[in-house]
């Protein structure tokens, strides 16, 4: 479990700064990628989403950097981000329990509001307009369920979790991480699934120890929604 306080060396005020960067980084990323994805009309969307996930993760790993990892010795190590091993049979089903887990909270808050009819507060869709067509379609499997988990894992989690860590303790910074998560998919139909997927992301980095398996429980469940849009399409 990651207990220790040793290792960050970053506060409250450097998470702060960081959030406020990757807002910035976010709207100007979907600008440039807007520009650059019209030049392509019949892929526009696809094209423009994929610049925008390569930008987003030069602005994360570039804030994270100067906020937080310059100052540490052995960076990957603070992230919890070590070279790839071989996984523990514990890790692993922990990791396919959470994935399990927030695959049906997801299923489950969605039929509840089509339940309710609270159109508001129902998940979008998501867009077919974003999958590359033919071959292409692995370009979107990679920045969709490579580059955006590995991204979001080291800015939610192993930054913003991990600094909140030993200041909070596990539960309070789990909580916290996983409100910032949620508020940063900017709609309301995702806010209650996406915290309860960001509060699972959070235990289980913080139960395993390893930045790798939460990356690999997102990766899971990006690919299989972009699985499933692509041969529902």
């Not at 979001?152 to 309070?172: A, D, H, N, T, V």
């Amino acid at each position: 479990m990651i207990r220790r306080k040793g290792g960050v060396t970053w506060g409250g005020g450097q998470i702060i700064a960081a959030i406020l960067l990757v807002i910035f980084a976010l709207f100007f990323a979907a600008a440039i990628a807007s520009i650059f994805g019209s030049l392509y009309p019949e892929q526009e969307d696809a094209v423009a989403t994929w610049i925008a996930v390569h930008l987003m993760a030069l602005s994360i790993a570039t804030v994270v950097w100067f906020l937080g990892l310059h100052r540490s010795r052995y960076p990957l190590a603070v992230l919890r981000l070590s070279r790839i091993r071989m996984p523990r049979k514990r890790t692993v089903l922990l990791m396919v329990a959470t994935l399990a887990t927030s695959l049906f909270a997801t299923s489950l808050y969605a039929g509840i509001v089509d339940w309710l009819q609270i159109e508001i507060l129902s998940p979008p869709d998501l867009d077919s307009d974003i999958i590359f067509d033919g071959a292409a379609m692995l370009l979107t499997f990679q920045a969709l369920a490579m580059v955006t988990p590995l991204t979001e894992e080291i800015f939610f989690r192993g930054f913003i979790f991990r600094g909140l860590l030993p200041r909070l303790g596990p539960w309070r910074a789990i909580a916290a991480s996983a409100l910032i998560f949620s508020a940063f998919h900017l709609s309301f139909g995702v806010l209650i699934p996406i915290f309860i997927t960001g509060v699972l992301f959070a235990w289980l980095y913080w139960r395993t120890g390893s930045l790798w398996a939460s990356v690999g429980a997102h990766a899971g469940q990006n690919a299989l929604a972009v699985g499933v849009h692509a041969l529902g399409g």
